[in-house]
C-alpha cells in the first residue's frame, strides 16, 4: 500500500511538473535584480520570500550557516531608446524561466518536457547566417521583437539573470547578455564567449573592428586544450609503441 502511495505521488509529482509554464512575467526589472543582495533577504520558509524565489541555505567558511531568500532565473529583454543620443536602454519586465524545464545554457527545452510557450526564447545574432531559432512569423513571436526570414533576430538587449552559488560567501545574481548580442568582450555574455564574425576566416587578420555577438559556446579555450590533449595522446600511442620495438643497433 505504501508503495503504492508513493508510486501516485511520484507520479503526480511528474505530472504537475510536466504543466507548469516554462515562462511566466514578473514585475522584476533588470536593474532591479542587478542590486538585489539577497544576503539581506532573511528567511524560515519560501513564504517568507518573494516571488519567484525560494528559503535556501548558505553555509559560510567559518560554519555558519543562513537561511535566505534564492532567486531563481530570469531573461530582462530591454529595447534601445532612439529618442536619447546616447541609446539609453528603456527596461522592461523580466520572464521568469522555470529552469526545470528550460535548459538556459543550450536554450533548449529540457527532455521530457514540451513546450507551452508561444514565445520564442532563442536570438539569433543578425550577423550569424548559419543561425536558426524556431520558426517565426512575426515580430511578437519572439522574445527579441524581431522576426527575420523565419528566425527571431536581435533587436536591442536581452540579459540572463541566475543566481550563483556562493560567490564570496553570498549568492550573487549574474546579469549578462545572452547569445545573439551584440558585445565587445568575453565579460559581456553570460556564456563568457563574445565571438567574432570572422573568428575562422582569415580575413579577421585584417579586420580592425570585427562584428562581435554573444555565442553559446563556452570556454573556447577549454576547448581546444581538450582537442590538442587528445591528439597528443594519439600520437604518444603511436611513437610510444614505436620505438619501444623497434631493435638496437
Known amino acids: ?8 505521488l511520484s507520479t503526480s509529482f511528474i505530472y504537475l511538473s510536466k504543466c507548469q509554464n516554462i515562462i511566466q512575467p514578473t514585475n522584476y526589472t533588470l536593474s532591479y535584480l542587478q542590486d538585489v543582495d539577497m544576503f539581506q533577504m532573511k528567511c524560515t520558509s519560501d513564504k517568507d520570500c518573494p516571488p519567484y524565489s525560494v528559503c535556501d541555505t548558505l ?27 546616447n541609446k539609453e536602454i528603456a527596461e522592461e519586465p523580466c520572464l ?6 528550460y535548459d538556459l545554457d543550450r536554450e533548449a527545452i529540457k527532455d521530457g518536457f514540451s513546450n507551452d ?19 517565426c512569423s512575426k515580430n511578437s513571436d519572439c522574445l527579441s521583437g524581431k522576426c527575420s526570414d523565419g528566425s527571431c533576430v536581435n533587436n536591442g538587449e536581452i540579459y540572463r539573470c541566475s543566481t550563483l552559488d556562493n560567490v564570496y560567501e553570498k549568492y550573487v ?24 564574425k570572422f573568428d575562422y576566416d582569415d580575413d579577421d587578420i585584417y579586420d580592425p573592428d570585427p562584428i562581435r555577438y554573444c555565442s553559446l559556446e563556452k570556454d573556447r579555450e577549454s576547448n581546444v586544450l581538450i582537442v590538442l590533449a587528445i591528439v597528443l595522446v594519439f600520437f604518444a600511442l603511436i611513437l610510444i609503441p614505436i620505438c619501444y620495438f623497434t631493435p638496437k643497433q
Open 59 to 85: 553555509t559560510l567558511k567559518n560554519g555558519e550557516v543562513h537561511s535566505i531568500c534564492r532567486f531563481g532565473d530570469f531573461l530582462c529583454p530591454g529595447r534601445t531608446d532612439a529618442f536619447f543620443m
Open 173 to 196: 545574481i549574474k546579469c549578462s547578455k545572452v547569445s545573439g548580442m551584440n558585445c565587445v568582450g568575453d565579460s559581456e555574455c553570460y556564456s563568457n564567449n563574445c565571438k567574432s
Open 117 to 135: 510557450s508561444t514565445l520564442i526564447l532563442q536570438t539569433c545574432s543578425s550577423y550569424d547566417n548559419g543561425c536558426k531559432t524556431s520558426v
Open 96 to 101: 521568469y524561466v522555470n529552469s526545470t524545464m
Open 1 to 8: 500500500m505504501k508503495l503504492q502511495i508513493l508510486s501516485l
